[in-house]
């Protein structure tokens, strides 16, 4: 966000109406993604809502925070994942080709693993980080 954009976006309906356009919606795709009606967006943008008992919708259609929204500050080092993800620590880099698919399997750690000739292990997993978004 510009100097620009944080002096012009002092309040809530300030900052959904700008997130909104950057994303190239309207009134009606926000609140359509939000499950309210095009009114609900208008009040909030106009200053008529402060404190919209739909501020989580919002902050997940917009791909933002509450506090975001609320506030205008913005977490430093806090990434915001619009799903639940699941990120694993590997031995060794793989580089993502688009052709190919990557499996996670599980297996006993006494027991061998059995791969088709054209398969290759090429790296093992460390630790497994899931998130999950309330």
Known sequence: MTDKNKKENKT???RVKWMRKT???SQTDLANKCG???Q???NVEKGRVQMPQYIQSLATALETT???LIKGEVEPNVVRLPETYSLVSLSSPIMPDKNVEYYVVK???EDQLFLPDNAEKVSKVQRIFI???T
Do not use: A, D, P
């Open 12 to 14: 809530l309906g300030q």
């Open 23 to 25: 994303k190239g919606w």
């Open 36 to 38: 309210i009606t095009y």
């Open 40 to 42: 609900n967006i208008q």
């Open 66 to 68: 509450i506090e975001y």
């Open 107 to 109: 297996i006993n750690k």
């Open 131 to 133: 998130s999950h978004i």
